[in-house]
């Protein structure tokens, strides 16, 4: 029991360091400077980075195993907000 907890908290803590590093990718001066990664269960079903960043937020979602499920609307429109990358309607 206590090994299951650990492995959980372990993991819990491993997304939030790839949540945390995904947020860093996420800057802009512009919408042109945004791209979608696609969505990634449990980090949503779209991930904004900036392009300069794309092939590293992908690769680090690569090498994150988890079999969990969205159903994802279609995609709205790119913009960029106060210096992050965002979506209309966000």
């Given amino acids: 029991m206590i090994l299951l907890f650990s492995l959980l908290l372990a993991c819990g803590v491993r997304e939030d360091r ?3 590093k995904l947020d860093e990718m996420n ?3 512009e919408a042109a400077d945004c791209v979608d990664i696609g969505g990634e269960c449990p980090f949503g079903c ?3 980075v ?6 590293a ?7 994150h195993a988890e079999t969990c499920v969205y ?3 279609a995609p709205t429109e790119i913009l ?3 210096g992050q990358c965002t979506m209309e309607g966000w």
């Fill in 18 to 20: 790839i949540q945390s």
């Fill in 27 to 29: 800057y802009c001066d």
């Fill in 46 to 48: 779209y991930i904004l």
């Fill in 50 to 55: 900036n392009q300069a960043e794309e092939s």
């Fill in 57 to 63: 937020a992908k690769a680090l979602l690569a090498r």
């Fill in 71 to 73: 159903d994802c609307v």
């Fill in 80 to 82: 960029c907000e106060a």
